[in-house]
C-alpha cells in the first residue's frame, strides 16, 4: 500500500500559518470594521479550517471519491444555512409604522403568532 | 502482523480509501449536527445582535484564544503522530499521541475553568441566571441568557467530542505500543486523526463566534 507520507517540514509551515491568522483573527477583533467584522472573522476561521482538511486530513493527497464525500458534506451544511437563513433575513422588521412602505400599508400584526419573527 | 484484505476489495489501497470514505460520510453527519447548532447560533444572533455581543464580552477572551492555538497545537501532534504509524515507528507514535491527549486534557481544563467561573458568577442560564455588571444598559437580559444557552450547548457538546477524541487517542495508543501499526496498515491512527482534526475545526469556528463578537 503506496501512501504518501507527508514531510514534516510540510506540517510545520502549515502549523505555523495556523498560529499566524489566529494572530490575525485576534489582530482583526480589535479592528472595528462594522458589518465586514463577522466576514473577516469567517474568513479567516475558513482558511484555518481549508488548512487543516487539506493537509492534516490528508485530503490533498486523497482520491476523488473521498474529496467529494468532503465537499458533499459542507455543501449539505451550505443548504441549511443558505435557506434557513435566507428565510429569517428577509421576514422584514415588526413595526407599527405603516409608512413608506412598499403598496402602501404594512400587514404584519406583532399581535399575530405567524407575523412574529421567532 | 499481516494486512488482511476483505473479500470484497480489489487491494489494501481500495480498503483504505473505503474506510476513509466511510469516516468521511460520519463526519458529514457530524458536521450537520453542529451545523444546526451553527444555525441557530445565526439567527439569534442576527436578531440579538447587541445581547450577542454583551455576553460576548463577558467570556474569557484570552483562554479562548489559548485554547485555540491549545486545539491547533494538538492537530500538529496527531498529525505527526499519524505519520510516524506510516513510518513503523511505534514509540514516536506513542510520544505523539501521549501529546496530544495531554494537550486535549489541557483544553478541557480550561474549559471546566471557564465553566465553573461562569455557574459561579450566575451566568448559567436558568433560575439563578443574574447579569450584574452590564457593558451595554439597553440590552435585554433575556437576550443575553439565550447566548449564554448557545455557549453552554455548543461548547458543550465540543467538550463531549473532545473527551471521546482523548479516549480514541488513548485506545490507538495503546494498539500503538503493541506495534500493531505500519505503513502497511495504520487505519486506526488516519481516522482517529480525521476525528480529532474535525473537532478541531469545530472549535475553530466556535472561537470567532463565541469569543469575538464586536
Known amino acids: 500500500m503506496a501512501q504518501h507520507v507527508i514531510p514534516v517540514r510540510t506540517y510545520l509551515v502549515v ?3 495556523l498560529l499566524v491568522l489566529l494572530v490575525m483573527t485576534v ?19 475558513g482558511t484555518k479550517a481549508a488548512l487543516i ?42 413595526s407599527d409604522d405603516t409608512t413608506n412602505k412598499v ?16 | 502482523m499481516s494486512l488482511h484484505v476483505a473479500h470484497h476489495f480489489d487491494d ?15 463526519l458529514a ?29 463577558h467570556l474569557h477572551f484570552w483562554l479562548g484564544t489559548i485554547n485555540t492555538a491549545v486545539l491547533l497545537c494538538s492537530s500538529l501532534t496527531i498529525a505527526l503522530a499519524v505519520r510516524s504509524s506510516q513510518l513503523n515507528d511505534a514509540r514516536g507514535t506513542v510520544r505523539l499521541l501521549v501529546a496530544t491527549s495531554v494537550l486535549g486534557l489541557v483544553f478541557l481544563g480550561i474549559k471546566g475553568y471557564e465553566y465553573y467561573d461562569k455557574i459561579t458568577n450566575h451566568q448559567f442560564p436558568g433560575e439563578a441566571f443574574v447579569l450584574t455588571e452590564l457593558h451595554n444598559p439597553e440590552v435585554n437580559p433575556n437576550h443575553v441568557e439565550l447566548f449564554y444557552s448557545i455557549y453552554f450547548a455548543m461548547t458543550g457538546f465540543h467538550a463531549l467530542h473532545m473527551v471521546i477524541g482523548v479516549g480514541l487517542v488513548g485506545y490507538v495508543g495503546w494498539l500503538a505500543n503493541q506495534g500493531r501499526f505500519s505503513a502497511e496498515y495504520y487505519t486506526p491512527m488516519e481516522m482517529t486523526g480525521l476525528y480529532w482534526h474535525f473537532v478541531d475545526i469545530v472549535w475553530v469556528f466556535l472561537y470567532p463566534l463565541l469569543y469575538l463578537i464586536g
Open chain 2, 12 to 26: 489494501a489501497e481500495q480498503q483504505f480509501d473505503a474506510a476513509k470514505l466511510g469516516m468521511w460520510l460520519f
Open chain 1, 53 to 94: 482538511v487539506l493537509f492534516f486530513m490528508h485530503v490533498k493527497y486523497n482520491a476523488f471519491v473521498i474529496r467529494l464525500a468532503v465537499v458533499a458534506g459542507f455543501f449539505w451544511l451550505a443548504i441549511l444555512l443558505t435557506f434557513t437563513l435566507g428565510d429569517y433575513m428577509t421576514r422584514g422588521e415588526i
Open chain 1, 15 to 17: 502549523f505555523i500559518s
Open chain 1, 27 to 45: 489582530v482583526a477583533t480589535r479592528i472595528e470594521h462594522g458589518v465586514l467584522n463577522i466576514v473577516v472573522a469567517l474568513t479567516i476561521a
Open chain 1, 103 to 118: 403598496g402602501g400599508t404594512s400587514t404584519a400584526d406583532p399581535r399575530k403568532a405567524e407575523h412574529r419573527l421567532l
Open chain 2, 29 to 57: 453527519t457530524e458536521i450537520l449536527f453542529f451545523g444546526g447548532m451553527f444555525l441557530g447560533y445565526a439567527v439569534y444572533r442576527y436578531n440579538y445582535a447587541a445581547a450577542f455581543a454583551e455576553g460576548s464580552s
